[in-house]
């Protein structure tokens, strides 16, 4: 497998100031990074204030072939980048290259549609005052954008929020997980030192205060991770006045029908709960099966995870699906929801267990499960599918309502009609039917939390570029006139026309254009 020891830092140099960061999968120490107070944040934002200017005056389209040839550049070292997330991260190989293809779509979609999206934008006129005078929309970028981003993907979060501000023409700040930050720091050498690409791109790392220092220094943030941490930055954000957009926890349900394509669906449960061993916003979390499909479903599920192959495979080998999970901590969650469910009368009919040395756990299906237990409840982050059997949609629905999260959901059923009734019904920013995740990925759909959820939402075409700027109203005259009928000084003349014209063009009955009391409409 690929290993770096370091990024520029060396070994005898790991003590206080440095991260260690070590394979989940074996313990060992994979490579170091340096954890920065708030004087370097601070250092480092003011070079990226310094090079901004030049960067939003190329252009989008000056932009775009820088962004491009980043593109290149991760293609070219694709393997080298997997093979180092894959250290850090503990996940599959297979489950590693999705994060390629999330690269791929966000590059090109900016990049192609950037000019389109911060086009000038003509208004068109309304009210009287407005008659003599030509509206537009500028889009100004903000200047400093401050991206933070989870250990779970350690390359494709920071591309779906940093291509888009990079294209706006924002500088970015990120901050990763000090738990994986090895592959975005990559990246950022990789722009600096080989694209050759304007310093408008660096990478700070350490812990939660380096974090705390990037939130006090950009014009703009971004975050995705933990609700608890989400609400904390909110409320920094609040205090400085800032925009913040949160992406946060999820405990996404699958509702499965019973007139649903039911080897489709547990598929579809198998890998949308799974893939990353569990730990995505947007992982099928807990799934709801009407009563007629219900051992069906079961049984066809337990087949599926029973078949999985867990450990971590040898770079482009595919010879694994599910890797470890990324932190001790996140483990003890999982093991804690299982134990809770178990305990209260639910059976584990597949996996349940820790498995063989490192943060592996082996993916679980639970039977026999209710709201009481954790499991179905809290965000479990982890390679679990609890299923619950229901009567009905109506119970389906009430009961994946009843969360503090929305995020997005999963409709499984063969009408889709039918489909299409219980996805308006749900409290969640994405519905997928006959799909997991999906939504998540396509760049031109909105993807934003209800609820504990979040705040804001990224992707969304236009949306999704221009969230990262300013709407700037200019205002400029259709005729050159000398004076303003409504500027001083009011005039008993003038004022009366102008008081006739507002309701000439405002009213809607010709009694009180004519500035008669008209009658009061009905209903």
């Not at 999970?325 to 804690?336: L, Y």
């Amino acid at each position: 497998m690929t290993t770096q020891t370091d990024l520029g830092v060396s070994d005898s140099l790991r003590e206080p100031g440095f991260i260690e960061v070590r394979c989940p999968a074996d313990g060992r120490v994979v490579g170091s990074v340096p954890d920065m107070t708030s004087g370097r944040v601070h250092e480092i934002a003011q070079q990226l204030r310094a090079a901004q200017p030049a960067w939003e005056d190329l252009g989008p389209q000056g932009r775009a072939k820088h962004v491009l040839r980043l593109l290149d550049w991760v293609l070219d070292n694709e393997k080298r980048l997997l093979g180092l997330m894959q250290e850090e991260t503990g996940k599959s190989w297979g489950d590693a290259q999705v994060e390629t293809a999330v690269v791929v779509d966000a590059v090109n979609y900016f990049t192609k549609h950037a000019v389109e999206f911060l086009a000038d934008r003509t208004v068109e006129r309304s009210g009287a005052m407005a008659l003599t005078k030509n509206l537009r929309v500028f889009h100004r970028p903000h200047q400093l954008v401050g991206v933070i981003t989870p250990w779970n993907g350690p390359l494709a979060t920071p591309t779906i929020d940093g291509i888009p501000a990079l294209m706006a023409g924002a500088a970015v700040l990120f901050k990763p997980s000090e738990v994986t930050p090895l592959t975005w720091a990559e990246v950022t050498r990789g722009w600096l030192e080989e694209v050759k690409g304007p310093p408008v791109l660096a990478c700070v790392t350490g812990g939660g205060a380096t974090g705390a220092a990037v939130v006090d220094e950009v014009d703009m943030i971004q975050f995705t991770g933990s609700t608890a941490t989400g609400r904390k930055i909110a409320a920094r954000a609040g205090e400085r006045l800032i925009p913040c957009g949160l992406e946060l926890g999820g405990k996404d349900a699958m509702i499965v029908l019973d007139d649903a394509d039911i080897d489709r669906a547990t598929s579809g449960a198998v890998w949308g709960g799974l893939w990353n061993s569990g730990q995505i916003c947007v992982s099928v979390e807990r799934i709801y099966v009407q009563d007629k499909v219900y051992d069906e479903f079961v049984n066809k599920l337990t087949d599926k995870v029973t078949a999985l192959r867990q450990g971590m495979d040898r770079d482009g080998s595919f010879e694994t699906d599910i890797g470890a999970m990324a932190t001790e901590n996140q483990v003890r969650i999982v093991e804690r929801h299982v134990a809770d469910a178990l305990q209260a009368g639910a059976r584990a009919v597949t996996g349940g267990k820790r498995g063989n040395g490192g943060t592996f756990f082996q993916p679980t299906v639970l039977t026999g499960v209710d709201h009481s237990m954790a499991c179905m409840r809290e965000e479990t982050f982890g390679p679990t599918l609890p299923v619950m059997r229901v009567r009905d949609e109506d119970e389906a629905i009430r009961l994946a309502n009843d969360s503090p999260y929305g995020l997005a959901a999963s409709v499984f059923s063969g009408n889709k009609e039918r489909a299409d009734r219980v996805a308006r019904r749900l409290e969640t920013g994405a519905v997928n039917i006959n799909s997991v995740l999906t939504a998540t990925m396509l760049l031109t759909l909105p993807m934003g939390g209800w609820k504990s959820s979040g705040v804001g939402g990224r992707n969304g075409g236009a949306a999704g570029l221009l969230k990262f700027c300013r709407q700037q109203a200019v205002v400029t005259e259709r005729f050159n006139l000398r004076s303003e009928p409504h500027w001083y000084p009011y005039l008993p003349r003038m004022s009366r026309l102008q008081a006739r014209l507002v309701r000439i063009t405002g009213a809607h009955d010709w009694r009180r254009r004519l500035g008669r009391k008209g009658k009061n409409r009905k209903g």
